[in-house]
């Protein structure tokens, strides 16, 4: 039986984003800086997600605004895609070998 996970709180990723936002212009204050990589992909997940929220309840346009930032940062952040499946090969397991693996001589001597 598998479980779906709970959907995110459109409220929750709302305060994501808002302290995201602020932590960026703390950090630019006085300086000319570029959002690194992994920021815009941060961004882009809580973007696409909370249009996610917004597309389940309905706000098709909101929904349509949110995905396009998404889009966005994706591209910004430099990601093309999901990872590609590769084919992996394995050895073929050996035969199982039964081994009597217990000392004999040596649980004799221990009894005493």
Wanted: aromatic fraction near 8%; proline fraction near 7%.
């Amino acid at each position: 039986m598998e479980k779906n996970p709970p959907p995110d709180s459109a409220w929750r990723l709302r305060v994501d984003l808002a302290s995201a936002k602020v932590l960026i212009w703390a950090a630019s204050v006085g300086r000319d800086v570029e959002l690194s990589p992994d920021t815009h992909l941060y961004l882009a997940t809580r973007y696409d997600r909370l249009a996610q929220v917004h597309r389940l309840r309905g706000r098709l346009a909101k929904a349509r605004r949110l995905a396009r930032l998404a889009a966005e940062h994706y591209l910004a952040g430099g990601w093309s895609g999901p990872p590609y499946a590769a084919a992996l090969a394995m050895p073929r397991p050996e035969r199982w070998v039964i081994v009597d693996a217990i000392a004999q001589s040596a649980a004799r001597d221990n009894v005493a």
